[in-house]
Every structure is written in structure tokens, then in C-alpha cells.
């Protein structure tokens, strides 16, 4: 470890919540260096960027996501016993429940759901003065999710699971009030999501067959056992609050066509290809969540670098997604840039790398690039909206961060239907 350089202060915890997104930018710079010690938290972590960082984080089946994240984090984002922190064969055993829903059949089902629900709320939004799209948007897709996975909400159902899903998002880059009011949220959606589960099993609560719901009452681990209900919950939640989590990106769509009008008159009728090229840079431009961590499972070495049992790694997605090396012209807006992208699997990172199927990169990816583009249709080409004075400064502090002002649009008018 000693090649590798080392932040200066004794802890850097504080530092993160200052810096935010540009934490581990910051010192790459001062120090010269793709990778580097620090501490947060009081424990050593290195912090490693790029794609080969990447390779490392999702293919070397000697490092894991178990002990990986502030317990804060983990019970908000994840939670014990889920996918995410499961390794090996019971990882891929566990993932190929969540796969067997990502079919392009199965996802354009939810995207047919998703713009029911813009049909039915523009209207809404036309007979208002002004509509602040971010919680709009969760709400929308919280309410589409739920129907798509066989769990049909109610007006007031709705409202508590889009505030329980929302409070977590919110809550996991966090410490202190923010950070609390998630984990008493996510407290009440386990206990629904258990009671939900429960009810299926016991035959008290139909579930449609195929659906979330009911793939996640009946699937058998590698013990040939049932998930105990907690877990089957978990993985519930982590699936109904990862689809809410679409609408900032949607919101960041939304902000991206403010900032670049010009995309508005070329997505209205573009073909589908270049609907994607520009969902795909939204996806890197704008920050999402900023980094994940690893474990070293037993003593290895990495491009020269001694990593011991035990360590503690940390990759930069943002920075790995605005690698000038990577990128040309990094923090500039264009998605063509898209058309000459290799595709791989280590250098284009939001969601994470490498296979869907195999490794821990998100298996709602899919879903998310599905549900983006059918929001750039209906933003270009299904409605039209005014963009009144407002601070759309994006707090480069706060993580998960939003536009300040959440995004607020006037004067919205539904035009004919976006083309399929």
C-alpha cells in the first residue's frame, strides 16, 4: 500500500460531505493519481477510477459488496440479505429472479403502464398553475411500477409508497435528519411489503402469475427453500424503489432540453436510435450516485498495487464517466458522441459494468433506458410546458442531488401522443 499516495488529513468524512460528487476528483488532482488512500468513517478506503478500476469492482470474484457501505446506506439502498451482497452462485441464482422480469416483453409492458399514467396526468398538470416535476414524476412512476409488478395502489397507497421509496433515495447520501426520516419510511414499506408477501403465500392476496410480486412469493434459493419474507420484501422494495429513483433521471431529461433546446426540435419524431444516444448522455452527464465500495475478500494484486483481506475500495462512477482519457470534451452535452461509443461494459458506468446477468451491475438498467425514452417522447412530442424563472443550479454537495428548484413548469398543454 505504500506506492499508493495518501490524503493528507486523518479523516476525510467531512471532507466528502463538503466536496460531494467532486470528492475524489478533487484529490486525483492534488495527488496526481488515479488512485489513492483516504479515510472516512475512520477506516482506510482506496479510491480507484476508470475502467480497469471498473473490471477490478465486477468481474474479480475476490472482492464483495458485503461490508461495503455505511450501514446508513446499506439498510436504505440495499439491505441485508439482498442481491446486491450475495456472491458467487448464490448472487447469480438470486439475479436471475430479478432477469426473469427484464424480458423486452416484460419491460415494454411497464413502459405501455408508464405513459397511461402521463396520459392521465397531463390533463391534471394542464389544470394547474404550475407543477413541480420531480415529485410529479416519482409519483407517476411509483404508481406504474406498482401496477406493473400485480400490487394495484389506491390514491392514498400510493402517496405513502411514493414518499416511503422517495425518503430513501433521499436519505442514503446522507447523515442526520434526512437520513433518519428514511429509515423510519423504510421501516413501514418492509413491514407492507412483508405483509404483502405473507398474504400471497397464505392465498389471502391473488397475484398475477409472472408478475414482480408474485416471482418474488415463489422463488426458491439454492437451498430449494422459499426467501424468508423479509428478504422476498427487501427485494420488493428494491425493485419498486429503483423504478421511483427513474424519475430524476427523467428530471435531468428535462433539464438537459432546457439547457439545450435545440435537442427538443430533433428528438420530436427522432428515430429511436437517437432518442437513446440522447437518454445515454443524460445518463453520464448528470451526476447520480457518485461512487461504490468493495471488500477484499483475500490478499491480491492489481496493476502493481498489494490490496490486503480486508480493504476497502471505492470506485468513482461520476468520474469514471467524465474521464477526459474516456470522454473527449467531458463536461460538454453531446449525445452523439454516442455513435462512436464501443460499448463497453467498464467505461460507461451509472448504474455499474460489466454483465447484467453475472455480475452486480443494475438489472433494472433496462427498465431505466426504456422508461427514459419514452419520457423524451412524451416531453418533446406529447406535451408542450413553459419553464418559468426558477434555480436550477444542480448542489454538486448533496448526493443524490436534483435541480434546486425541482424542476417547475407553467402553461401545460397535452399535444397529440408521442409515436411509439
Known sequence: MSSIPRDAPFDSTLDLLADGYDFMAKRRRQLHSDIFTTRLLLQDVVCLVGPEAARLFYEDDRITRRGAMP??????????????????????????????????DGIQRLVDIAADRWR???????????????????????????????LPLDDDEARQRTREFAAMIEGAGSIGPRNWRGQVLRWRSERWARDVIEQIRDGSRPAPEGSAVHVFATHRDL??????????????????????????????????????????????????DEIERFVQEVRRFYPFFPFIGERVLVDLEWQGHHFAEGAWLALDLDGTDHDARLWDDPESFRPERFLTWDRSLFNFVPQGGDNH????????????????????????????????????????????????????????????????
Open 71 to 104: 450501514i446508513t446506506t446499506l439498510t436504505l439502498l440495499q439491505d441485508f440479505g439482498s442481491v446486491q451482497m450475495l456472491d458467487g452462485a448464490a448472487h447469480r441464482c438470486r439475479k436471475a429472479m430479478f432477469m426473469s422480469l427484464m424480458s423486452p
Open 120 to 150: 392521465e396526468r397531463i390533463p391534471v398538470w394542464a389544470g394547474r398553475d404550475r407543477v413541480t416535476l420531480f415529485p410529479a414524476l416519482q409519483g407517476l412512476y411509483c404508481r406504474a411500477v406498482c401496477d406493473w409488478a400485480g
Open 223 to 272: 437451498d430449494d427453500r422459499l426467501l424468508d419474507p423479509k428478504i422476498a420484501a427487501v427485494e420488493l422494495i428494491n425493485l419498486l424503489r429503483a423504478t421511483t429513483a427513474v424519475a430524476r433521471f427523467v428530471t435531468f431529461e428535462a433539464l438537459a432540453l432546457h439547457d439545450h433546446p435545440e435537442w427538443r426540435e430533433r428528438l420530436r419524431g427522432a428515430a429511436d
Open 357 to 420: 446477468y453475472r455480475s452486480h451491475r443494475c438489472p433494472g438498467e433496462w427498465i431505466t433506458i426504456a422508461l427514459m425514452k419514452d419520457a423524451a417522447r412524451w416531453l418533446t412530442a406529447g406535451m408542450t410546458y413553459s419553464t418559468p424563472p426558477q434555480d436550477l443550479s444542480i448542489d454538486r454537495m448533496r448526493m443524490p442531488t436534483i435541480p434546486h428548484s425541482r424542476f417547475v413548469i407553467d402553461h401545460v398543454r397535452r399535444i397529440d401522443a408521442p409515436a411509439d
